[in-house]
């Protein structure tokens, strides 16, 4: 079993949706990234959390810590949204990032 | 400052050769992480470094792989007698004193083919 397991794999919507990716980990953790890929690999990084929620423009993203759960949500999505969304862990006393498979994102006009 | 640099993009090798590939990170940080990503999978961590110092080791880092951040700045990431399961996506990131901190940037990648 993987320490950071995401779900949906692959979400297709149509413009205009509201999109909720979620990500388990089982590890300890002193904070949490979402991240976005492109084709091509570049990847971006969208938030990083350690407790709470954090807000940037359509996108939100939450973290219950004993849970051991986080989600991003995209508000009124767009077709540019249309990307791979992956969540990292940094666990405790280390300062490697470990890495969820990723949600592959369709937006449709 | 243009962010974290890597070269080559792209990389075709025949199996057996040896590879080097370099990765620029942004100037003031002093972390520089090593990513390898197969298709379809998410990034895993091969090393990282403080400054000229390589702090951790992933045992995915075979005795085939080598890193090398000599003066703190770039750095390198060798692969000697390529094989075909070496293909992937090589990332390379930075930031300022961990990934805890704002500035954990990413690089574009260098895409390895062994053919």
């Known amino acids: 079993k993987n320490e950071v397991e995401q779900s949906p794999q692959n979400l297709t919507a149509q413009e205009g949706e509201f999109i909720t990716i979620n990500c388990s980990y089982s590890?300890?953790?002193?904070?949490l990234h979402w991240l976005q890929q492109h084709p091509g690999g570049g990847i971006v990084s969208l938030f990083m959390?350690?407790?709470g929620k954090k807000k940037h423009g359509r996108l939100i993203a939450t973290i219950n810590i004993q849970e051991k759960h986080s989600s991003l949500h995209i508000t009124a999505s767009h077709p540019r949204d249309s990307a791979v969304y992956i969540c990292?862990?940094?666990?405790?006393?280390?300062?490697?990032?470990?890495f969820g498979t990723g949600t592959r994102l369709q937006v449709f006009p | 400052d243009t962010g974290v640099s890597q070269n080559p993009r792209h990389k075709i090798t025949k199996r057996g050769q040896n590879v080097t590939f370099r990765c620029d990170p942004i100037?003031?940080?002093?972390?520089l992480y090593w990513y390898r990503q197969t298709l379809g999978q998410g990034p895993e961590f091969l090393t990282y470094?403080?400054?000229?110092?390589?702090?951790?080791k992933s045992r995915l880092l075979s005795d085939r792989f080598s890193a090398e951040r000599p003066k703190g700045s770039f750095s390198t990431l060798e692969i000697q007698r390529t094989e075909q399961g070496d293909s992937a996506m090589y990332l390379c990131?930075?930031?300022?004193?961990?990934?805890?901190?704002?500035?954990?940037?990413f690089g574009s990648g260098t895409r390895l083919t062994v053919v």
């Open positions: 990131a930075s930031s300022l004193l961990g990934p805890i901190t704002p500035g954990y940037t």
């Open positions: 590890v300890g953790i002193s904070a």
């Open positions: 959390l350690s407790s």
């Open positions: 990292a862990v940094r666990g405790i006393n280390t300062d490697k990032l470990i």
């Open positions: 100037s003031e940080h002093n972390r």
């Open positions: 470094f403080q400054n000229e110092a390589q702090l951790e």
